[in-house]
């Protein structure tokens, strides 16, 4: 059985590093906001979807250096699902634990510099 997922999209919120657990591992979550077409009755054929990623060690730190609020990014890696429970309710979520992480190849030269002038 495969479980593997790439996604392109744009990043919702500027990822940030943080270190967990006794190893101290690098680790980020973020959001990645994804356009998904279909056919609806009143015309519309474009949704977004929100889809939350979590990125661990090398590729938690590749991100936070390299990808901002609105940035474009590809993204592969497999779904893993998450339970708890809260009281007498239980929850559960999706998530996208992110393998390798990509630079749009259309991102334009402008988009990839900062100047410091």
């Not at 977004?48 to 730190?61: G, K, L, Q, R």
């Not at 991100?63 to 309710?89: A, M, Y």
Request: include cysteine.
């Amino acid at each position: 059985m495969l479980n593997q997922t790439q996604i392109m999209g744009r990043i919702v919120r500027t990822p940030t590093l943080r270190h967990v657990g006794m190893s101290d591992s690098p680790h980020t979550a973020f959001s990645i906001a994804v356009e998904r077409n279909y056919r609806h009755r009143d015309g519309r054929n474009r949704d977004v979807d929100i889809i939350p990623c979590s990125a661990w060690n090398n590729t938690a730190e590749f991100i936070t250096e390299n990808f901002k609020e609105g940035d474009s990014i590809i993204v592969s890696g497999h779904l893993q699902i998450r339970n708890w429970k809260s009281g007498p309710e239980e929850h559960s979520e999706m998530e996208l634990v992110v393998d390798d992480a990509y630079f749009d190849p259309n991102r334009t030269r402008k988009d990839t510099i900062e100047t410091n002038e």
